[in-house]
């Protein structure tokens, strides 16, 4: 049996505070997300006639990963102008580093469960030129890359539950660039792709969120087929295979009660419907069961 740890995934040793959502039916929760800004030393190193392009990713960031997160239907998100004169007062906007005090103060204020706050700690956009010796050609090459740390903190006691580090760059970039048909010139970011940029980078922060604190469990087994409390609106696929884990708590060394994963089986998703999905029990099953909690299979 192995112990995972939280900041490799996003579902595993929650604490001892998080068993209910395991066992319970799963209701909506407040969180509150703090405003999306760089920290102080990447504001100071990126060149003015880059600073435009930032800001505007950043500022679509910020409305994006609200949406998105609403779009889960997991959360109510609350009471943001409050949550930013707390972290402002603390002067821990920029850089991201929350403590338990300022966290639980925040969740206080605006009546949340939870606090998400995400800093740029990254950011490249600029054209590279080669030019082949003997030859007389030259080529250029783009250099993108955009980086983004998201904490999310039970606001009730303070306690980290995730850091995670967001990337994309020049391979997902070119990707959006093909799919969507967008155009650069002369190496600068266009106003579409930039909000490209930013609503996929929002929706793999909120598709975290909502799986460190509502992770997908199994709600029904009827023979082959299971029942699956993710929607839709949360990144399930059919087709897909699932690990199906069963929850046991456990002492660790320091007398904290942590949840170790233990693998019963896979599970795959044959339908996603708006508030639950279908799956079918693939090959060895060791005991897959109500409250069995899922996670991508490698």
Same mark, same amino acid.
């Given at each position: 049996?192995?112990?995972?740890?939280?900041?490799?995934? /996003?579902?595993?040793?929650?604490?001892?505070? %998080? %068993?209910?959502?395991?066992?319970?039916?799963q209701e909506k929760a407040t969180i509150a997300v703090s405003s +999306?800004?760089?920290?102080?030393?990447?504001?100071?190193?990126?060149?003015?006639?880059?600073?435009?392009?930032?800001?505007?990713?950043?500022?679509?960031?910020?409305?994006? %990963? +609200?949406?998105?997160?609403?779009?889960?239907?997991?959360?109510?998100?609350? /009471?943001?102008?409050?949550?930013?004169?707390?972290?402002?007062?603390?002067?821990?906007?920029?850089?991201? =580093?929350?403590?338990?005090?300022?966290?639980?103060?925040?969740?206080? %204020?605006?009546?949340?469960?939870?606090?998400?706050?995400?800093?740029?700690?990254?950011?490249?956009?600029?054209?590279?030129?080669?030019?082949?010796? /003997?030859?007389?050609?030259?080529?250029?090459?783009?250099?993108?890359?955009?980086?983004?740390?998201?904490?999310?903190?039970?606001?009730t006691t303070g306690k980290l539950l995730e850091s995670a580090n967001?990337?994309?760059?020049?391979?997902a970039f070119k990707q959006i660039q093909e799919e969507r048909n967008?155009?650069?010139?002369?190496?600068?970011?266009?106003?579409?792709?930039?909000?490209?940029?930013?609503?996929?980078?929002?929706?793999?922060?909120?598709?975290?969120?909502?799986?460190?604190?509502?992770?997908?469990?199994?709600?029904?087994?009827?023979?082959?087929?299971?029942?699956?409390?993710?929607?839709?609106?949360?990144?399930?696929?059919?087709?897909?295979?699932?690990?199906?884990?069963?929850?046991?708590?456990?002492? =660790?060394? !320091?007398?904290?009660?942590?949840?170790?994963?233990?693998?019963?089986?896979? !599970?795959?998703?044959?339908?996603?419907?708006?508030?639950?999905?279908?799956?079918?029990?693939?090959?060895?099953?060791?005991? +897959?069961?109500?409250?069995?909690?899922?996670?991508?299979?490698?």
């Amino acid at each position: 049996m192995k112990i995972i740890s939280l900041r490799k995934t /996003g579902f595993v040793l929650l604490s001892a505070a %998080l %068993l209910p959502l395991l066992a319970a039916a799963q209701e909506k929760a407040t969180i509150a997300v703090s405003s +999306i800004k760089p920290t102080p030393s990447l504001a100071a190193s990126v060149k003015p006639d880059k600073k435009p392009s930032l800001d505007r990713i950043v500022e679509s960031l910020d409305s994006q %990963l +609200i949406d998105r997160i609403n779009a889960t239907r997991k959360f109510d998100v609350v /009471g943001r102008s409050d949550l930013n004169d707390v972290i402002k007062e603390q002067d821990l906007g920029a850089s991201g =580093n929350v403590d338990a005090k300022t966290a639980a103060k925040a969740g206080k %204020l605006t009546g949340a469960k939870y606090l998400l706050v995400a800093t740029v700690d990254d950011f490249q956009d600029y054209v590279e030129k080669a030019t082949f010796e /003997g030859t007389g050609r030259s080529a250029t090459k783009r250099v993108f890359r955009f980086s983004i740390i998201g904490k999310i903190y039970d606001a009730t006691t303070g306690k980290l539950l995730e850091s995670a580090n967001f990337q994309t760059g020049n391979d997902a970039f070119k990707q959006i660039q093909e799919e969507r048909n967008y155009s650069v010139k002369d190496g600068e970011l266009s106003d579409e792709m930039m909000v490209a940029v930013s609503r996929t980078l929002a929706q793999q922060i909120a598709g975290r969120v909502v799986t460190v604190i509502y992770p997908p469990k199994i709600l029904d087994v009827d023979g082959k087929q299971v029942t699956i409390s993710w929607g839709d609106a949360l990144p399930i696929t059919v087709g897909e295979t699932w690990e199906a884990c069963f929850p046991r708590t456990k002492t =660790n060394d !320091v007398g904290d009660a942590v949840i170790i994963l233990k693998p019963v089986g896979k !599970v795959k998703i044959t339908r996603v419907d708006e508030t639950s999905s279908e799956g079918e029990i693939v090959g060895e099953d060791l005991g +897959i069961a109500e409250h069995c909690v899922l996670r991508k299979a490698k």
